[in-house]
């Protein structure tokens, strides 16, 4: 398993669709998973500490987690076949660990609700991860250009929504 992190969300210019970027840690290496528009919302409010009137369906599943006894330990993004994301939310429910299946977008929103760490299998990150080209990542241009040098990175992405999706 490869721990990554979020590293960012990105609107698609030819779809109502985003675009949700892993980054593996310690390695400049990139998992982009097209996303739909309300579960980037979800992951967005949360990231944004938005307060809401009411929850949304993630924070209701935290509740219910919550309420349950049960902990969620960590996300594991552990397949990709038929060019379809499949993702695992890893609980401990009175200390026996189960696996419950999840869209990546779901299981991104509810840990970042519960702050854990988010993992992606090494066959799915060799499969689809993608490393941008050294001038793009050399460190003086990153802090010079911050994040607009990754978005540009990101524009140069040869993904069609439809090669990989998740469901």
Known sequence: ??????ETIQMSLVSPHRIVVLKEIDIERYLPI???PCE???ISV?????EMPRPLTHDLVMGLLDTLGAELM???????ANNTFYARLVLDVDGEEVDVDSRPSDAIAIAVRANVPIYVD?????????VPDQDIIDEDN???E???VFRDFLSTLDIDENDIQEN
């Open 142 to 144: 990153m802090r010079e």
């Open 74 to 80: 960590y996300i594991y993004i552990n397949a990709l």
């Open 1 to 6: 398993m490869i721990e990554v992190t979020l």
């Open 122 to 130: 090494e066959t799915v990150m060799d499969e689809a991860g993608v």
């Open 146 to 148: 911050g994040l607009g």
């Open 40 to 42: 980037a919302e979800a």
């Open 46 to 50: 949360r990231l944004n500490e938005i």
């Open 34 to 36: 097209w996303i739909g």
